[in-house]
Nanobody, 122 residues
Framework: QVQLVESGGGVVQAGGSLRLSCAASGRTCSNYAMGWFRQGPGKERAFVAAISWSGGSTYYGDSVKGRFTISRVNAKNTVYLQMNSLKPEDTAVYYC???????????????WGQGTQVTVSS
């Protein structure tokens, strides 16, 4: 089992920045690909970003490319999501995920955190 705990959410004005963190515990977390999804009000859960176990490969949803950056520090069992140039449409609950491969992360397989709320005001 892998346990995931997100932090760093909050309220920010449009154009601002936030950094989300996801602390992983349990099995050897550095062996897992990890990622972020989000679910806005009245919307389906959507893929945001993913990172390979080594951190060497990253992937982004079209709506966040160029604004968000995913990274990880395996020594800390932590993955980050740096969010810049935030827009009101980025308002959502953000979930951290972990799975064996990036493909599995993108499919939403395996492990999920409880989520952290991000609200972007206009």
């Amino acid at each position: 089992q892998v346990q995931l705990v997100e932090s760093g959410g909050g309220v920010v004005q449009a154009g601002g920045s936030l950094r989300l963190s996801c602390a992983a515990s349990g099995r050897t977390c550095s062996n897992y690909a990890m990622g972020w999804f989000r679910q806005g009000p009245g919307k389906e859960r959507a893929f945001v970003a993913a990172i390979s176990w080594s951190g060497g490969s990253t992937y982004y949803g079209d709506s966040v490319k160029g604004r968000f950056t995913i990274s990880r520090v395996n020594a800390k069992n932590t993955v980050y999501l740096q969010m810049n140039s935030l827009k009101p449409e980025d308002t959502a609950v953000y979930y951290c995920t972990a799975a064996s491969t990036v493909r599995d992360v993108k499919r939403g397989d395996d492990y999920w955190g409880q989520g952290t709320q991000v609200t972007v005001s206009s």
